[in-house]
C-alpha cells in the first residue's frame, strides 16, 4: 500500500525538520529529548473491517517505545477517550479491558506498554487520553471533515446512532496541552490525563450546524449506530486542570466556524478524504519534538 505523507501538502517553518518514517518497518528514529507518538490507524471502522490495524498500532508503539528508551527521550503517547467506550465524564481510573472495538483495544495496550517500559527501562512518559480532535489540516476519515466535504458537495449528511453525544475538542487546544506535558516532564511521569473540552455536543446539532452553514448542503438524517461506534462520551478534564493547569480556550461553535473555512478555502483536501483506504492506509506522521 501507498505511503504518503500529509504534511507534504502544508508549508511547515523553516526550524522544522520533516522526517517519514513507515513505523510499521521499526526504522531508526532521529535523536530526540522529546516524541509526541501520535502514529495510529485512527479511525475506528477501518480496524473493524481489518482488525490487523490494531495489531500495528501496538507494533508501532512498541517500536517508537524502544527508540525513545535507546536515546533517553520522554514520551507523549497518544490514548484515546475510546478506552472508556460509552461513558459520561469518566476519572483516569475508570477503564476496564471490556473495549468497544479493536482501536480502543489498542489504545488500552498501548497505555499497558508504556508502564512495562517505565518499569523495565526506565522510560519516562505520560498518556493523554484525547477527546474527539477536530480542526483545520485533518486529512483523515473523521467526522467533521466528513460532514463538510458532503456538505460542499451538496449531499445529505448521515448521523450514525440517535442521542449520540460527544466531546469535541479542537487541535489548538490539544496542542496546549501537549505542550504542557512537556513543559511538567519531570513532575508527570506513569500520569494518564484525560484532554477534551469537558462538554457534550450531539452529533445531530454538529450536523445542523454544518448544514445550515454550507448552502449546498441539502440537510441531515440519522441512521442505526455502526458496530463499534461509541454513541456517547464527555471527559472528565478535573485532574488535566490540577496537573497541567489546562483548560480549553476554543468554543465549539467558533472552532467549527475556523475549521469549515478552511475546508472551503482548501479544496485540494478533499482528494485525501474521497481517496480509496488503501491509499491513505497511512503511517500518519509521528511528530518529534527536540527541546
Known amino acids: 500500500m501507498e505511503l504518503i505523507s500529509k504534511t507534504q501538502r502544508f508549508e511547515l517553518p523553516d526550524t522544522v525538520d520533516l522526517y517519514q518514517r513507515d513505523l510499521t518497518a521499526s526504522p531508526e528514529l532521529p535523536e530526540a529529548d522529546v516524541i509526541v507518538h501520535l502514529a495510529a490507524h485512527s479511525q475506528v471502522q477501518p480496524i473493524v473491517d481489518e482488525p490487523q490495524r490494531a495489531v500495528d498500532n501496538m507494533n508501532m508503539t512498541q517500536h517508537v517505545l524502544s527508540e525513545a528508551t535507546r536515546m533517553d527521550a520522554f514520551v507523549v503517547n497518544a490514548s484515546s477517550r475510546d478506552v472508556y467506550g460509552s461513558a459520561l465524564q469518566p476519572q483516569e481510573h475508570e477503564v476496564t479491558v471490556e473495549s468497544p472495538n479493536g482501536y480502543a483495544a489498542s489504545k ?21 487520553r484525547l477527546a474527539n480532535v477536530y480542526g483545520p489540516r485533518d486529512m483523515n476519515r473523521r467526522v467533521i471533515p ?71 448542503c441539502p440537510g441531515w438524517s440519522i441512521r442505526s449506530n455502526r458496530q463499534g461506534d461509541v454513541d456517547r462520551y464527555i471527559a472528565d478534564i478535573s485532574r488535566a486542570k490540577s496537573v497541567l493547569d489546562f483548560s480549553p480556550t476554543v468554543p465549539f461553535e467558533r472552532g467549527l466556524s475556523e475549521t469549515s473555512e478552511w475546508y472551503m478555502n482548501n479544496p485540494i483536501s478533499y482528494e485525501w478524504l474521497r481517496a480509496p483506504r488503501s491509499t491513505i492506509y497511512l503511517i500518519p506522521s509521528m511528530i518529534i519534538d527536540i527541546s
Open 146 to 216: 466528513i460532514f463538510i466535504m458532503r456538505a460542499s458537495a451538496g449531499k445529505e449528511l448521515i448521523v450514525y446512532g440517535s442521542g449520540k453525544i460527544l466531546d469535541f475538542i479542537y487541535i489548538d487546544d490539544v496542542c496546549r496541552a501537549i505542550l504542557a506535558a512537556i513543559e511538567r516532564s519531570h513532575t508527570l511521569d506513569g500520569e494518564v490525563l484525560n484532554i477534551g473540552s469537558g462538554t457534550g455536543k450531539p452529533l445531530s446539532e454538529v450536523a445542523s450546524q454544518i448544514a445550515g452553514d454550507i448552502e449546498s
Open 108 to 128: 488500552l495496550g498501548s497505555e499497558a506498554l508504556v508502564n512495562a517500559y517505565r518499569n523495565t527501562e526506565y522510560l519516562s512518559a505520560v498518556s493523554l
